[in-house]
């Protein structure tokens, strides 16, 4: 059974721009969670959906985005970035909310 | 709400010793608590998780950890250290039926000395 696959690994951009990541679940897994990993304020949650609708949404303002398809993928997005979103994004999908969340490698976006 | 303190950011065991991680939790409703491990340049891979049932929960590589509801504690451990147990060790809580995601304490950086 294939793992939860994050592209891209890397990305670099500049101030301003906007991003999307991308996040395939386990096949059979309809609840994605995306969460940043900084060194200074270490793991936090940014949202999870359910079934195409976002469950609850962590304490980041309204620039972080998100949306879940029905094949169960999620994106999200962040625009007019800000050298403080540089991170490692990690996306998890459980076959339900709450249960054991199964990472990807994550996304590293540098922004400059 | 909930919330998880790791005690101590870096951990140092000599080969062969024993691990211990420490993690307190709070939660306002009954805790799933799960434990993480990370290396470098790579995303969280489950160790163990508690749910409901036996308080001592066995994991992967020869971790476990037990639940202590009066003691709000789910500590780490493992009998004897080796070099590939060095990485990253995260403690996380989410709320049974709750809505806030896994909390995850900042970490526990475990150092394996020969």
């Known amino acids: 059974k294939a793992g939860v696959t994050q592209t891209p690994r890397y990305l670099i951009k500049t101030r301003g721009q906007q991003v999307t990541l991308s996040c395939s679940p386990i096949?059979?897994?309809?609840?994605v969670s995306w969460y940043q990993q900084t060194p200074g304020q270490g793991l936090q949650f940014l949202f999870e959906y359910f079934s195409e609708t976002q469950r609850n949404k962590g304490n980041f303002p309204g620039r972080f985005s998100g949306r879940q398809f029905s094949n169960s993928r999620s994106e999200m997005n962040v625009s007019t970035l800000e050298l403080g979103d540089s991170a490692l994004y990690l996306c998890?999908?459980?076959?339900?909310?709450?249960?054991?969340?199964?990472f990807g490698q994550g996304t590293r976006l540098t922004v400059v | 709400a909930q919330s998880v303190t790791q005690l101590g950011s870096h951990v140092s065991v000599s080969e062969g010793a024993l691990v211990l991680l420490r993690c307190n939790y709070s939660s306002s409703v009954p805790p799933y608590l799960f434990w993480y491990v990370q290396y470098p340049n790579q995303g969280l891979q489950l160790l163990l998780k508690?749910?409901?049932?036996?308080?001592l929960v066995k994991g992967i590589n020869g971790f476990e950890a037990e639940f202590k509801k009066s003691e709000t504690s789910f500590h780490l451990t493992k009998p004897s250290a080796h070099m590939s147990d060095a990485a990253e060790y995260f403690c996380?809580?989410?709320?049974?039926?709750?809505?806030?995601?896994?909390?995850f304490g900042k970490g526990t950086h475990l150092i394996i000395q020969p």
């Open positions: 998890a999908s459980s076959s339900q909310p709450n249960t054991e969340a199964f």
């Open positions: 096949s059979g897994h309809r609840s």
């Open positions: 508690y749910t409901t049932g036996a308080t």
């Open positions: 996380a809580v989410s709320g049974r039926g709750g809505a806030d995601g896994l909390t």
